[in-house]
Protein backbone atom coordinates (compact mmCIF):
# COMPACT_ATOMS: atom_id res chain seq x y z
CA UNK A 1 0.00 0.00 0.00
CA UNK A 2 2.46 2.12 0.79
CA UNK A 3 4.33 1.85 -2.51
CA UNK A 4 1.49 2.18 -4.17
CA UNK A 5 0.82 6.17 -2.39
CA UNK A 6 4.49 6.72 -3.64
CA UNK A 7 4.07 5.58 -6.89
CA UNK A 8 0.44 7.70 -7.39
CA UNK A 9 2.36 11.07 -5.22
CA UNK A 10 5.19 10.56 -7.46
CA UNK A 11 2.69 10.23 -11.08
CA UNK A 12 1.29 13.44 -9.66
CA UNK A 13 4.04 15.41 -9.31
CA UNK A 14 4.63 14.76 -12.46
CA UNK A 15 1.54 15.57 -13.99
CA UNK A 16 1.73 18.98 -12.20
CA UNK A 17 5.39 19.69 -13.71
CA UNK A 18 3.84 19.00 -17.29
CA UNK A 19 0.99 20.77 -16.68
CA UNK A 20 2.85 24.03 -15.28
CA UNK A 21 5.16 23.63 -17.96
CA UNK A 22 3.08 23.56 -20.38
CA UNK A 23 1.42 27.10 -19.68
CA UNK A 24 4.54 28.96 -18.72
CA UNK A 25 5.49 27.57 -22.10
CA UNK A 26 2.00 28.83 -23.20
CA UNK A 27 2.58 32.29 -21.62
CA UNK A 28 6.19 32.48 -23.13
CA UNK A 29 4.44 32.14 -26.77
CA UNK A 30 1.95 34.33 -25.85
CA UNK A 31 4.23 36.80 -25.23
CA UNK A 32 6.35 36.11 -28.10
CA UNK A 33 3.55 36.17 -30.64
CA UNK A 34 2.16 39.79 -29.06
CA UNK A 35 5.79 41.02 -29.66
CA UNK A 36 6.32 39.33 -33.00
CA UNK A 37 3.03 41.59 -34.02
CA UNK A 38 3.95 44.74 -32.29
CA UNK A 39 7.31 44.48 -33.78
CA UNK A 40 5.36 44.01 -37.71
CA UNK A 41 3.16 46.27 -36.51
CA UNK A 42 5.35 49.26 -35.85
CA UNK A 43 7.57 48.24 -38.71
CA UNK A 44 4.43 48.77 -41.11
CA UNK A 45 3.34 51.95 -39.39
CA UNK A 46 6.66 52.96 -39.70
CA UNK A 47 7.19 52.15 -43.21
CA UNK A 48 3.58 54.35 -44.57
CA UNK A 49 4.87 57.07 -42.25
CA UNK A 50 8.23 57.37 -44.68
CA UNK A 51 6.01 57.42 -47.60
CA UNK A 52 3.82 60.29 -46.13
CA UNK A 53 7.25 61.99 -44.95
CA UNK A 54 8.52 61.85 -48.62
CA UNK A 55 5.72 63.24 -49.75
CA UNK A 56 5.99 65.97 -47.47
CA UNK A 57 9.39 66.70 -48.92
CA UNK A 58 8.31 66.85 -52.31
CA UNK A 59 4.82 69.11 -51.33
CA UNK A 60 7.99 71.65 -49.93
CA UNK A 61 10.27 71.70 -52.43
CA UNK A 62 12.82 69.99 -49.95
CA UNK A 63 12.42 67.12 -53.18
CA UNK A 64 11.68 68.40 -56.76
CA UNK A 65 10.79 65.02 -58.67
CA UNK A 66 11.20 67.38 -62.06
CA UNK A 67 15.12 67.65 -61.59
CA UNK A 68 15.12 63.72 -60.94
CA UNK A 69 15.74 61.97 -64.90
CA UNK A 70 13.02 59.64 -66.03
CA UNK A 71 14.27 55.91 -64.99
CA UNK A 72 16.58 57.35 -61.75
CA UNK A 73 16.21 57.18 -58.45
CA UNK A 74 16.85 59.34 -55.54
CA UNK A 75 17.25 58.38 -51.69
CA UNK A 76 14.60 60.60 -49.57
CA UNK A 77 15.19 59.30 -45.93
CA UNK A 78 18.28 57.06 -45.00
CA UNK A 79 18.53 55.86 -41.68
CA UNK A 80 16.07 58.31 -39.37
CA UNK A 81 15.22 56.96 -36.20
CA UNK A 82 11.51 57.64 -35.19
CA UNK A 83 9.54 56.65 -32.01
CA UNK A 84 9.44 52.47 -31.54
CA UNK A 85 11.52 51.77 -34.70
CA UNK A 86 13.05 53.19 -37.47
CA UNK A 87 13.23 54.48 -40.96
CA UNK A 88 16.09 52.40 -43.56
CA UNK A 89 15.29 54.07 -46.35
CA UNK A 90 12.79 55.66 -48.50
CA UNK A 91 14.04 56.37 -52.15
CA UNK A 92 11.56 57.42 -55.29
CA UNK A 93 12.02 56.49 -58.35
CA UNK A 94 10.62 58.29 -61.65
CA UNK A 95 8.63 56.11 -64.29
CA UNK A 96 7.24 59.10 -66.24
CA UNK A 97 6.62 62.64 -65.78
CA UNK A 98 3.76 61.89 -63.43
CA UNK A 99 4.62 58.45 -62.34
CA UNK A 100 6.46 57.63 -58.81
CA UNK A 101 7.65 54.64 -57.54
CA UNK A 102 8.42 54.53 -53.56
CA UNK A 103 10.84 51.82 -51.80
CA UNK A 104 9.68 52.35 -48.82
CA UNK A 105 11.80 50.28 -45.64
CA UNK A 106 11.32 50.54 -42.44
CA UNK A 107 12.06 48.10 -39.17
CA UNK A 108 11.51 47.35 -34.95
CA UNK A 109 14.27 45.46 -33.26
CA UNK A 110 14.41 42.65 -35.45
CA UNK A 111 11.79 42.80 -37.86
CA UNK A 112 11.62 44.96 -41.00
CA UNK A 113 8.90 45.87 -43.69
CA UNK A 114 8.85 47.26 -47.07
CA UNK A 115 6.30 48.66 -48.98
CA UNK A 116 6.64 49.28 -52.95
CA UNK A 117 3.72 51.46 -53.99
CA UNK A 118 3.23 53.23 -57.39
CA UNK A 119 2.21 56.90 -57.36
CA UNK A 120 0.36 59.14 -59.96
CA UNK A 121 0.40 63.01 -60.12
CA UNK A 122 -2.16 64.86 -61.58
CA UNK A 123 -3.45 69.00 -61.26
CA UNK A 124 -6.40 69.82 -59.42
CA UNK A 125 -9.41 70.63 -61.42
CA UNK A 126 -9.71 74.09 -62.45
CA UNK A 127 -13.37 75.22 -63.87
CA UNK A 128 -14.02 77.64 -66.85
CA UNK A 129 -14.41 80.95 -65.44
CA UNK A 130 -17.02 83.10 -67.09
CA UNK A 131 -17.76 86.57 -65.10
CA UNK A 132 -16.59 88.17 -62.54
CA UNK A 133 -19.10 86.71 -59.63
CA UNK A 134 -21.10 83.55 -61.25
CA UNK A 135 -23.49 81.59 -58.47
CA UNK A 136 -24.67 78.57 -59.15
CA UNK A 137 -27.54 78.33 -57.35
CA UNK A 138 -31.48 78.28 -57.78
CA UNK A 139 -33.22 81.06 -56.38
CA UNK A 140 -29.81 83.03 -55.18
CA UNK A 141 -30.31 85.98 -52.86
CA UNK A 142 -28.28 88.14 -54.52
CA UNK A 143 -27.61 91.37 -52.40
CA UNK A 144 -24.86 94.66 -52.32
CA UNK A 145 -24.55 97.27 -49.83
CA UNK A 146 -22.93 100.60 -49.44
CA UNK A 147 -20.31 101.11 -52.10
CA UNK A 148 -19.52 97.15 -52.70
CA UNK A 149 -19.12 96.78 -56.91
CA UNK A 150 -17.86 93.66 -59.26
CA UNK A 151 -16.11 94.31 -62.26
CA UNK A 152 -16.45 91.94 -65.00
CA UNK A 153 -14.00 94.17 -67.07
CA UNK A 154 -10.05 92.31 -67.01
CA UNK A 155 -7.52 93.87 -64.14
CA UNK A 156 -3.99 92.78 -63.85
CA UNK A 157 -2.63 90.98 -60.98
CA UNK A 158 -2.69 93.92 -58.61
CA UNK A 159 -6.25 94.84 -59.25
CA UNK A 160 -5.29 97.13 -61.96
CA UNK A 161 -7.53 97.94 -64.55
CA UNK A 162 -5.66 96.63 -68.19
CA UNK A 163 -6.10 99.33 -70.32
CA UNK A 164 -6.44 99.13 -73.49
CA UNK A 165 -8.84 97.14 -72.81
CA UNK A 166 -8.90 93.69 -74.95
CA UNK A 167 -12.79 92.98 -75.46
CA UNK A 168 -11.67 89.18 -75.55
CA UNK A 169 -10.15 88.90 -71.93
CA UNK A 170 -13.32 90.90 -70.63
CA UNK A 171 -16.34 89.06 -68.53
CA UNK A 172 -19.48 89.88 -67.14
CA UNK A 173 -19.72 90.87 -63.89
CA UNK A 174 -22.60 88.55 -62.71
CA UNK A 175 -23.45 85.02 -64.12
CA UNK A 176 -26.83 83.21 -62.96
CA UNK A 177 -28.46 79.94 -63.67
CA UNK A 178 -32.11 81.32 -65.08
CA UNK A 179 -33.54 84.69 -66.01
CA UNK A 180 -35.66 85.00 -62.81
CA UNK A 181 -32.18 85.29 -60.85
CA UNK A 182 -30.78 87.94 -63.49
CA UNK A 183 -33.23 90.34 -62.43
CA UNK A 184 -32.67 90.28 -58.90
CA UNK A 185 -29.59 90.98 -59.61
CA UNK A 186 -30.56 93.53 -62.49
CA UNK A 187 -31.70 95.51 -59.06
CA UNK A 188 -27.57 96.64 -58.42
CA UNK A 189 -26.50 97.15 -62.69
CA UNK A 190 -25.00 100.63 -61.03
CA UNK A 191 -22.51 98.45 -59.33
CA UNK A 192 -21.63 95.85 -61.34
CA UNK A 193 -19.51 96.31 -64.90
CA UNK A 194 -18.43 94.10 -67.60
CA UNK A 195 -18.77 92.96 -70.88
CA UNK A 196 -20.29 92.47 -73.50
CA UNK A 197 -23.14 92.24 -70.37
CA UNK A 198 -23.21 93.19 -66.99
CA UNK A 199 -25.23 89.83 -65.94
CA UNK A 200 -25.41 86.85 -67.88
CA UNK A 201 -27.39 83.82 -67.73
CA UNK A 202 -25.52 80.72 -68.39
CA UNK A 203 -27.67 77.68 -67.35
CA UNK A 204 -24.77 75.34 -68.36
CA UNK A 205 -21.97 77.16 -65.44
CA UNK A 206 -19.78 75.11 -63.78
CA UNK A 207 -20.52 73.58 -60.66
CA UNK A 208 -18.12 73.89 -57.77
CA UNK A 209 -20.11 70.37 -56.70
CA UNK A 210 -17.36 68.45 -59.49
CA UNK A 211 -14.67 69.68 -57.83
CA UNK A 212 -14.74 71.30 -54.35
CA UNK A 213 -13.69 68.09 -52.74
CA UNK A 214 -10.39 67.97 -54.46
CA UNK A 215 -9.77 71.47 -53.20
CA UNK A 216 -10.94 70.57 -49.89
CA UNK A 217 -8.51 67.40 -49.48
CA UNK A 218 -5.70 68.76 -50.86
CA UNK A 219 -5.76 72.71 -48.83
CA UNK A 220 -3.05 74.20 -47.47
CA UNK A 221 -4.85 75.99 -44.62
CA UNK A 222 -8.31 74.84 -42.84
CA UNK A 223 -9.89 77.38 -40.26
CA UNK A 224 -13.02 76.48 -38.27
CA UNK A 225 -15.87 78.48 -37.09
CA UNK A 226 -13.97 81.35 -35.11
CA UNK A 227 -12.89 85.12 -35.37
CA UNK A 228 -8.90 84.97 -36.53
CA UNK A 229 -7.12 88.55 -36.11
CA UNK A 230 -3.71 89.87 -36.68
CA UNK A 231 -1.65 89.36 -40.25
CA UNK A 232 -2.44 86.47 -41.94
CA UNK A 233 -0.38 85.59 -45.24
CA UNK A 234 -1.44 82.73 -47.47
CA UNK A 235 1.23 81.26 -49.90
CA UNK A 236 2.47 83.82 -52.81
CA UNK A 237 2.21 84.70 -56.05
CA UNK A 238 4.81 82.65 -57.47
CA UNK A 239 3.53 79.68 -54.62
CA UNK A 240 -0.31 80.15 -54.68
CA UNK A 241 -2.03 77.49 -51.85
CA UNK A 242 -5.72 76.33 -50.94
CA UNK A 243 -7.17 77.95 -47.89
CA UNK A 244 -10.64 75.99 -46.87
CA UNK A 245 -12.59 77.56 -44.20
CA UNK A 246 -15.58 75.59 -42.74
CA UNK A 247 -18.50 77.81 -41.43
CA UNK A 248 -20.98 75.06 -41.53
CA UNK A 249 -20.78 75.20 -37.66
CA UNK A 250 -20.72 78.97 -37.41
CA UNK A 251 -18.73 82.01 -38.99
CA UNK A 252 -15.47 82.25 -39.80
CA UNK A 253 -14.39 85.54 -39.55
CA UNK A 254 -11.10 86.90 -40.42
CA UNK A 255 -11.01 90.49 -38.93
CA UNK A 256 -7.60 91.79 -39.66
CA UNK A 257 -4.90 92.45 -42.32
CA UNK A 258 -5.13 88.89 -44.63
CA UNK A 259 -3.75 88.51 -48.35
CA UNK A 260 -3.54 85.15 -49.96
CA UNK A 261 -3.22 83.95 -53.74
CA UNK A 262 -4.68 80.80 -54.84
CA UNK A 263 -8.11 79.10 -54.07
CA UNK A 264 -10.51 80.30 -51.00
CA UNK A 265 -12.93 77.46 -50.60
CA UNK A 266 -15.77 78.42 -47.88
CA UNK A 267 -18.29 76.06 -46.57
CA UNK A 268 -21.10 77.82 -45.14
CA UNK A 269 -20.71 81.47 -43.67
CA UNK A 270 -17.76 83.22 -44.24
CA UNK A 271 -16.83 87.22 -42.74
CA UNK A 272 -13.92 89.22 -43.93
CA UNK A 273 -13.57 92.74 -42.06
CA UNK A 274 -10.23 94.74 -42.11
CA UNK A 275 -7.84 94.80 -44.90
CA UNK A 276 -9.18 91.29 -46.74
CA UNK A 277 -7.25 91.06 -50.10
CA UNK A 278 -7.54 87.57 -52.24
CA UNK A 279 -5.91 86.98 -55.53
CA UNK A 280 -7.58 83.60 -57.46
CA UNK A 281 -10.07 81.67 -57.31
CA UNK A 282 -12.82 81.94 -54.23
CA UNK A 283 -15.55 78.94 -53.95
CA UNK A 284 -18.26 79.32 -51.83
CA UNK A 285 -19.91 76.55 -51.27
CA UNK A 286 -22.21 73.96 -49.10
CA UNK A 287 -24.93 71.18 -48.92
CA UNK A 288 -26.84 73.58 -46.97
CA UNK A 289 -28.00 77.07 -47.14
CA UNK A 290 -25.04 79.55 -47.16
CA UNK A 291 -24.97 82.88 -45.39
CA UNK A 292 -21.97 84.27 -47.39
CA UNK A 293 -21.44 87.92 -46.04
CA UNK A 294 -18.15 88.00 -46.54
CA UNK A 295 -17.10 91.93 -47.32
CA UNK A 296 -17.69 94.13 -44.37
CA UNK A 297 -15.31 96.49 -44.21
CA UNK A 298 -12.62 97.27 -47.34
CA UNK A 299 -12.27 93.63 -49.12
CA UNK A 300 -10.97 93.07 -52.30
CA UNK A 301 -11.00 89.38 -54.06
CA UNK A 302 -9.13 89.71 -58.02
CA UNK A 303 -9.74 86.80 -59.64
CA UNK A 304 -13.15 85.27 -59.90
CA UNK A 305 -15.66 84.06 -57.64
CA UNK A 306 -18.03 80.76 -58.21
CA UNK A 307 -20.63 80.02 -55.77
CA UNK A 308 -22.55 76.85 -55.34
CA UNK A 309 -25.12 76.08 -52.57
CA UNK A 310 -28.66 74.98 -52.16
CA UNK A 311 -31.82 76.50 -53.21
CA UNK A 312 -31.83 80.12 -51.69
CA UNK A 313 -28.33 80.60 -51.07
CA UNK A 314 -27.43 83.96 -50.40
CA UNK A 315 -24.53 86.24 -51.72
CA UNK A 316 -24.21 89.67 -49.73
CA UNK A 317 -20.84 92.39 -50.38
CA UNK A 318 -20.88 94.99 -47.65
CA UNK A 319 -18.67 98.28 -47.23
CA UNK A 320 -16.41 99.11 -49.73
CA UNK A 321 -15.96 95.09 -50.87
CA UNK A 322 -14.94 94.56 -54.92
CA UNK A 323 -14.61 91.83 -57.09
CA UNK A 324 -12.28 92.53 -59.71
CA UNK A 325 -12.17 89.68 -62.78
CA UNK A 326 -8.41 88.36 -63.32
CA UNK A 327 -7.34 86.22 -65.99
CA UNK A 328 -3.46 86.92 -64.42
CA UNK A 329 -4.38 86.30 -60.85
CA UNK A 330 -6.31 82.78 -62.56
CA UNK A 331 -3.63 81.86 -64.36
Not at 21 to 29: D, F, G, P, Q, V
Request: charged share 15%; net charge neutral; with cysteine.
Amino acid sequence: MGRVAIILVFGLAVAFGIISWSLSRSNILTVETTMGYYKYSTARNIARTAINLGLRKIDENEVNPNMIPIGSSQLIINNLNVSGGKVDSLKITILTDSTFLFHSRASCADTSYKIITELQRYPKPFPGINAAVGLNVNNAIFDMKGQAKIYGTNHDVDGNLISPSVPANDKPGVEVLVPADSVEAATYASKIFGYPTKIKVNPGMANPADFVAEYISGANYSYGAGTYSGQITWGSETNPVIVFCDGSDGTVHFSGQCKGWGVLVVKGSLKATGQFTFRGLVVPYSDTIIDFDPFSGQANIIGAVLMGGATGSSFEMKGQATVKYSSDALS
